[in-house]
């Protein structure tokens, strides 16, 4: 299994700002997924985070928006740009162990409120 | 876009009871997966089911796949309390496409 732990666990941002949020896992994995969870709603895939390389974005996701790093096989980062209040949402973190791996293990969670 | 419908949307039952929520889901997958989200908090994954597999127990849960149908249940038994949170199907196609979630079932089971 692999433990996810996300940083920061809630935030308040005021409009047109930038939050950066970070994503560990306490061992190295093939996959990881950045979600996002509207107020009520499930879970929405944002983008496959790819280590060294570009992340892919779902449709209606993009890069400006949302940029992803991802350096090694243990961490990534997704940033929410020019922040409105749409974008107020719970933003999970996701892994899977190995490509052989199935199961997917979330982290608890980045709850954002933007004013 | 979402991989699947749960229904009922909310089940609301006393403690003690079985719940039942089932999921349909659009595209074929390779394998259907069950969380848990108590309120406001990460999703707990409760169980896995493969493509070719029909059915599957994990302590007083019991998940059924009908591939033909494309859909699955997700049964509790002799609820409780705590019990109480939103049950979410996810599905995953073949290779390493990640999940794709329904819209969840929010379960309030009453003391």
């Known amino acids: 299994s692999a433990v996810i732990s996300q940083k920061p666990s809630r935030d308040i941002c005021q409009r047109g700002t930038s939050l950066t949020i970070q994503c560990q896992v306490d061992s190295q994995v093939t996959m990881m997924f950045w979600y996002r969870q509207q107020p009520g709603q499930s879970l929405t895939l944002i983008a496959t985070a790819n280590q060294g390389s570009e992340a892919t974005y779902e449709s209606g996701f993009v890069i400006d928006k949302f ?3 991802r350096p090694n096989l ?5 940033t929410v740009s020019n922040m409105s209040p749409e974008d107020s949402s719970i933003y999970l973190c996701s892994a899977r162990a190995s490509s052989g791996q199935e199961t997917q293990y979330f982290g608890p969670g980045t709850r954002l409120l933007v004013l | 876009s979402q991989q699947g419908e749960e229904d009922p949307q909310a089940l609301s039952i006393q403690e003690g009871e079985n719940a039942t929520m089932n999921c349909s889901y659009k595209t074929s997958i390779n394998n259907l997966q069950w969380y848990r989200q ?6 707990v994954h409760l169980i896995l089911i493969r493509s070719n597999e029909r059915e599957k127990h994990s302590g ?3 998940v059924t796949l009908d591939t033909s149908k494309k859909s699955s249940s997700l049964l509790i038994t002799a609820s409780r309390a705590a019990d109480t949170a939103s049950y ?4 995953s196609a073949a290779g390493n496409t ?4 329904g ?8 003391a």
């Open chain 1, 67 to 69: 940029p992803i790093s």
């Open chain 2, 88 to 91: 979410f199907c996810a599905g």
């Open chain 2, 103 to 110: 819209k969840g079932t929010r379960l309030s089971v009453i």
């Open chain 2, 60 to 62: 007083r849960l019991r």
């Open chain 2, 38 to 43: 108590n309120s406001g908090r990460g999703l």
């Open chain 1, 74 to 78: 243990t961490f990534s980062t997704l």
């Open chain 2, 98 to 101: 990640p999940l794709v979630f």
